[in-house]
């Protein structure tokens, strides 16, 4: 702004905006959805003409853009600062609300930067955590994945866990990981097929969840109920996305198969020309019998 006078001309803007386009109150289920039709109608409203201008909006600021004063170098931090201690349910609060934390930072003191819409938890420089704000009071957001390193010890926790209910809630814990981990408990027990999940649920952190959701199915379908049989099978998906057109596909069989992580990786070695091994020469040992003692 080119002085003080203009702070009304841009809170005037502001109800503009929030009359024509926040009347009535939308109805949305995140602030990240709220944001993304914000930034849709901001568009929209750059591509529109005030009365008979000739020129859009978008196009008078693409005018403008050149003559403005740069940006500072430095980002403006509109965040507010925090320090909570890690309390032993690996949780945080924050403003009357429970946020999830690695396990591994339990008894630690972490920094925390509340945004309006969101919040992120650092270990040091490192970004541990992020979620989205939780606009009343006493709620709990938990994120399962900061818990697997817990649950691989005491697998017997998680089908009680509240962060498993808050992942099938929000779409990541899908009606194909609770197949596949029923069918796993069916044939390994339930200690063994927990677990299991549970380690498919760490290659999440490697791995995309589409890719990682494709390679359950694959490996249910076959039976294949260990978490080395869904790591191949995800792999195997991702490789699927990133061929390019010109690259045939793979045929289509009726029955879906889990290949070997063994023949994969034999597959990637030389042909053994060596000889099959033979006993031949411990035959001759037969030639030299011991005499017999005689009996007294």
């Known amino acids: ?101 690695p396990v591994r930072l339990i008894g630690r003191t972490v920094r925390v930067m509340l945004h309006a819409s969101e919040l992120v938890v650092y270990d040091g420089r490192e970004e541990v955590a992020r979620h989205e704000r939780l606009i009343a009071k ?30 099938r809630s929000a779409g990541r814990f899908t009606p194909v990981h609770d197949a596949w981990w029923a069918a796993a408990c069916k044939a390994h027990g339930e200690r063994e097929g ?43 998906a991702a490789e699927a996305d990133t061929r390019t057109p010109a690259e045939p596909e793979p045929p289509a069989t009726d029955r879906a198969t889990v290949t070997s992580l063994t023949e994969r990786r034999l597959a990637q070695l030389p042909p053994d020309t060596r000889p099959l091994p033979s006993v031949a020469h411990y035959d001759q040992l037969l030639r030299h019998r011991r005499p017999s003692r005689p009996t007294p």
């Open 1 to 101: 702004m080119g002085g003080a006078h203009e702070k009304g001309g841009v809170e005037g803007q502001i109800g503009w905006f929030c009359r024509n386009h926040l009347v009535p109150v939308p109805d949305v289920a995140t602030l990240a959805e709220l944001n993304a039709m914000i930034d849709r109608w901001d568009e929209e409203d750059e591509a529109s003409r005030i009365r008979s201008r000739p020129r859009t909006i978008g196009e008078y600021f693409a005018a403008e853009r050149p003559l403005l004063a740069p940006l500072p170098d430095e980002p403006f931090e509109a965040g507010r600062l925090f320090t909570p201690r890690v309390d032993r349910y690996s949780q945080i609060g924050i403003r009357n609300n429970r946020y999830s934390v």
């Open 138 to 167: 006493g709620g709990a957001r938990l994120d399962l994945d900061h818990y697997l390193e817990a649950l691989v010890r005491k697998p017997g926790a998680l089908p009680g866990a509240p962060a498993l209910d808050q992942a």
């Open 194 to 236: 927990t677990r299991a999940l549970i380690e498919v649920l760490l290659l999440g952190r490697h791995l995309p969840h589409e890719h990682l959701v494709a390679g359950l199915a694959a490996a249910l379908r076959s039976g294949a109920l260990t978490a080395d049989a869904v790591a191949l099978e995800a792999r195997k």
